[in-house]
Structures are given as C-alpha cells and as structure tokens.
C-alpha cells in the first residue's frame, strides 16, 4: 500500500474511531458538587471547594410527598436535578416526580439531553411516545409498572381515572431539559411568526391568535 493511502486509511479509521467511541470523559475526582452561584458558563457547573461540600448537597426531600396540583393541564412536575441537588454535578443521573389530578395530562413534550424512564408510584397512565416515522408506541401503566421514553422523542402521559396517579421519572442526565411541545410554539419569546404556524398547521390567524392567548402570561 502506498504511504499516500496508507495515511488517508489512517486518518479515517481514527475518525470513524473517535465518532463511534466518543463519551463524557471519566470523573477525575470523588465529587463535583455544583458551585451555582459561580460566574463562568460550562458545559455543566463548575466544583464548589471541598471544604464547602457537606451532606446537604446531595440531600433532597421535595419527591417525598405528592405535589400540589393547580393548573389548566393536571399535573406538576417536581424536579430533582443538578439545580436542586448539587451534588449530582458530573454524575449523568437525575429524578423527577409528576403528580396528576383525575384526567390530568403531561403534554406533549421532549427531554432533548436524556431518556426518561417512569415507574409508576400511584393510580393508573395511558403513556406514550412517537417515532421519527411517526408511529405511537403507547401502552396503559398501573401502579408497580415501568415504561421508557428514549431520549429526544415526543412523549406524553394521562391520568385517564377518577383518582390522582404519580410516577417517579428517572434521568440518564443531571439537567436532561424540557421542551412542551405547545408552549415551545406558542408561547417562545419573540414569538414565531404567525405565518410560519398558520402554514404549519394550516390554519388562519385567528386560531393562531386565541391558542397563543391560552398561554399568555396570566395578568395581576
């Protein structure tokens, strides 16, 4: 083979290699509990000092009881994230717990850093994803069960019953992100141009105007 080729071959085969085994890089320390409060912007959140880490950075009790629930939709999410748990700073794992009132509803939404699975502490889901290829993949979940929403699909769960239901979610990330489906589109700040939604969805400016009216700010 000539040097000429041999090289190209090289440089390809070291490419297809860093692409296919690329990941987080290994902690290179016992913790990194997250310093919040610092000014640079990372890629995740700077150490705090080890003299300033106690137990209180990876303490969190806000899932231990359900959440209240009071809105048009039906359901809260309560995180327990990097942002509430400092101490989850570089670990790739997060939990959240999701309330629901009787017929509630977790929109339509994407977690575009993780997969979620749910696990289901009380009451009864009809839960679902689509695909890329727009196939629904849904399933009815009682109490004990397990299903998992793979990372970047839309997703969604409803209490069909007359009695309140929680899950507990489960985060493959520390900040794995939310995007409502509905608010992304009609609530964005600037808002998307009516012309891009009315051709989307193929419907007039009036329609697009009182749907973006429902998520409005509520006034004082």
Avoid: W
């Avoid at 297809?16 to 997250?34: E, G, K, R, T, Y």
């Avoid at 809260?76 to 990097?82: E, I, K, S």
């Amino acid at each position: 083979m000539a040097p000429t080729a041999l090289l190209s071959y090289l440089l390809v085969f070291s490419a297809i290699s860093a692409a296919c085994f690329a990941s987080d890089p290994d902690m290179l320390q016992d913790v990194c509990v997250a310093d919040t409060s610092s000014g640079p912007k990372l890629n995740g959140f700077p150490c705090k000092p080890d003299t300033n880490v106690s137990a209180a950075d990876f303490f969190f009790a806000g899932i231990a009881n359900p959440g209240v629930v009071n809105n048009s939709v039906g359901s809260l999410v309560t995180a327990a994230n990097v942002e509430k748990v400092p101490g989850l700073n570089t670990l790739g794992v997060s939990l959240s717990r999701i309330d629901y009132a009787p017929e509630g509803l977790n929109p339509p939404h994407t977690h575009p850093r993780a997969t979620e699975v749910v696990f289901v502490l009380e009451g009864e889901l009809d839960v679902g994803f689509i695909t890329t290829s727009n196939k629904l993949i849904s399933k009815s979940l009682k109490k004990g069960e397990v299903f998992v929403f793979p990372r970047g699909l839309v997703h969604f769960q409803k209490n069909n019953g007359k009695k309140p239901a929680a899950v507990i979610a489960a985060f493959n990330s520390q900040l794995p992100g939310t995007q409502s489906i509905a608010a992304t589109l009609f609530s964005a700040t600037p808002a998307v141009p009516d012309n891009v939604l009315t051709k989307a969805f193929q419907v007039g400016t009036k329609e697009i105007e009182k749907i973006k009216s429902k998520f409005a700010p509520k006034k004082a």
